[in-house]
Antibody, heavy 121, light 110 residues
Framework: QVHLQESGPGLLKPSETLSLTCDVS?????????WGWIRQPPGKGLEWIGS???????YHNASLKNRLSISVDTSKNQVSLRLTSVTATDTALYYC??????????????WGRGTLVIVSS | SYVLTQPPSVSAAPGQTARFTCEGN??????VNWYQHRPGQAPVLVVY???ARPSGIPVRFSASSSGDTATLTISRVEVGDEADYYC?????????????FGGGTKLTVV
């Protein structure tokens, strides 16, 4: 069974850089079709942040594109997110998700339980 | 960018049928995915590629998509079905593909 566990700093100040990691167990990050980050601001719905196809390509939400980078570390079996110049609008529950089998429609088959990030001075 | 529109809430009594709509321009030409999200828990994929159910998802969950509307149907609703439900597509119409979520619909079992 694939298990995803997100971790991060919890609290950040505006203008700082957010770094999150997603520890993957039960599956190799190198074997996944793609991995994604999704967030949920307080009281709002899910928002796609970005997706990475290991060894191939990365796609970002256009609203975050200039601040965002996503990577995989096959030696640690992790997926990482880095978001620069955070503001209060980046406050959200951040989820890591996977697609481990080939499908047509871009779904995510496994999700972590999320890590809360609060941006406040 | 592509937009998916969902009603904010739906209610159903136990044993009844709950239907969730997801509207988007020519959504019938895309593959639609649906997620169940209970507060404090990881979202769960309940339908992918329009109509397919992942292993472990009850047959009570079914979906369809045509024209500008996709629909998730939960038959014989149970109290444990109370959650937020999100539709999602991968929009490949632009230069880069975007994963797009609807705003979500809260199911209240009354």
């Amino acid at each position: 069974q694939v298990h995803l566990q997100e971790s991060g700093p919890g609290l950040l100040k505006p203008s700082e850089t957010l770094s999150l990691t997603c520890d993957v167990s039960g599956y190799s990050v190198a074997s996944g079709y793609y991995w994604g980050w999704i967030r949920q601001p307080p009281g709002k719905g899910l928002e796609w942040i970005g997706s990475i196809f290991p060894g191939l390509s990365t796609y970002h939400n256009a609203s975050l594109k200039n601040r965002l980078s996503i990577s995989v570390d096959t030696s640690k079996n992790q997926v990482s997110l880095r978001l620069t110049s955070v503001t209060a609008t980046d406050t959200a529950l951040y989820y890591c998700a996977s697609r481990t089998t080939l499908v047509n429609g871009g779904s995510f088959d496994f999700w972590g339980r999320g890590t809360l990030v609060i941006v406040s001075s | 960018s592509y937009v998916l529109t969902q009603p904010p809430s739906v209610s159903a009594a136990p044993g009844q049928t709950a239907r969730f709509t997801c509207e988007g321009n020519s959504i019938g030409s895309l593959n639609v995915n649906w997620y169940q999200h209970r507060p404090g828990q990881a979202p769960v994929l309940v339908v992918y590629d329009d109509t397919a159910r992942p292993s472990g998802i009850p047959v009570r969950f079914s979906a369809s998509s045509s024209g500008d509307t996709a629909t998730l149907t939960i038959s014989r609703v149970e109290v444990g079905d109370e959650a937020d439900y999100y539709c999602q597509v991968r929009d490949r119409s632009g230069y880069d593909p975007d994963w797009v979520f609807g705003g979500g619909t809260k199911l209240t079992v009354v």
